[in-house]
């Protein structure tokens, strides 16, 4: 069992950065592939990016070359940091994990475990 706890979302200027955090917890969490999806109200929950645990990385088209996916496996922490941000990009973020995916996967069903969730609100 892996738990998430993600952190550092908030409300934003169009234009501005953010990073947000997420802590895993449990048995070989260093070792799992993890990820962000997004979820907006009323759309369904998109893949962000996600990074091996060699730090090979997946990114959406949508935010590649603005969000950057890093983890440290001492502090079994990944952050995404996201900059040059959008009002598109106002979403629920929700940190990831999984085991089954070693090179990391687009869809929310082949990850395992999830956090609460954060908001990041992006405003125009």
């Known amino acids: 069992q892996v738990q998430l706890v993600e952190s550092g979302g908030g409300l934003v200027q169009a234009g501005g950065s953010l990073r947000l955090s997420c802590a895993a917890s449990?048995?070989?969490?260093?070792?799992?592939?993890m990820g962000w999806f997004r979820q907006a109200p009323g759309k369904e929950r998109l893949f962000v990016a996600a990074?091996?645990?060699?730090?090979?990385?997946l990114y959406a088209d949508s935010v590649k070359g603005r969000f950057t996916i890093s983890r440290d496996n001492a502090k079994n922490t990944v952050y995404l940091q996201m900059n040059s941000l959008k009002p598109e990009d106002t979403a629920v973020y929700y940190c990831t994990a999984t085991r089954l995916y070693r090179s990391g996967s687009f869809y929310p069903n082949d990850y395992e475990y999830w956090g609460q969730g954060t908001q990041v609100t992006v405003s125009s």
């Open positions: 990074i091996t645990w060699t730090s090979n990385t």
């Open positions: 449990g048995r070989a969490s260093n070792s799992y592939v």
